[in-house]
């Protein structure tokens, strides 16, 4: 049997799509956090992150995991705005309550944008729940990240998400719903117009330890 044609197919598939490397949730973090940056894509080498928005402790793992996503053929000149969410680890909220809502400055965005008029940037980022996801006595939180593809209206809403790569069900949809409210200041076009744009969301989940109650 010829396999040629299998490896041509696989070959083109992964050519094809986004292959994304999620972030790691640094073990010394004590909050939460946002990462907002752009990734200018290379083809055979490590990609060029521009980090637009810094919190500590998050900077060096998402720019490891930046640097080694990997773009199909008809991105691979395009800029990408990526928004890493590092989930707040607060266990007198996580289960009960909205998740926490941050703002990016409107200064940060002035800036911003002064740099980069094409790139739509974050102006409210909501933080998913934690989900429930064992009854009773067993209540845990699964570890790791939630990879969306967004697309951004002319009015800075979210109106299409899909996902790239998930964890289990309820993390996915708990970071879906949490990224549908996110606001963005809109990408614009050299005439200064607001136009529709994409981005990637990545929704990092720290686990929480198990309780009995």
């Not at 055979?44 to 637009?52: E, G, H, Q, R």
């Not at 996580?94 to 974050?122: D, M, N, R, Y």
């Not at 570890?143 to 069900?169: C, F, K, P, T």
């Not at 309820?170 to 005439?191: G, I, L, M, Y």
């Amino acid at each position: 049997m010829n396999t040629l044609p299998g490896l041509l197919l696989i070959a083109w598939q992964a050519a094809s799509r986004l292959i994304p490397v999620a972030p790691l949730y640094p073990p010394l973090a004590f909050h939460g956090g946002n990462i907002v940056a752009i990734i200018e894509p290379a083809r055979n080498a490590d990609n060029k992150v521009s980090i637009l928005h810094a919190e500590a402790p998050f900077v060096d793992v998402v720019q490891t995991a930046l640097t080694q996503w990997r773009f199909p053929g008809n991105l691979r000149n395009q800029r990408t705005l990526v928004v890493v969410n590092f989930r707040d680890w607060d266990l007198g909220y996580a289960w009960t309550e909205e998740g926490g809502t941050k703002f990016i400055p409107h200064s940060q965005h002035l800036e911003w944008g002064k740099s980069s008029p094409l790139i739509p940037v974050p102006t409210l980022i909501v933080d998913p729940l934690y989900p429930d996801v064992f009854p009773n006595s067993m209540r845990v939180a699964l570890q790791g990240s939630v990879i969306l593809h967004l697309r951004i209206d002319g009015a800075g809403h979210v109106h299409n998400l899909e996902i790239i790569q998930g964890i289990e069900n309820d993390f996915d949809q708990a970071a879906v719903e949490a990224v549908k409210q996110w606001k963005f200041a809109p990408a614009r076009n050299e005439a200064g117009k607001a136009i529709d744009s994409e981005a990637y969301a990545v929704c990092v989940y720290r686990a929480l330890p198990q309780t009995e109650h």
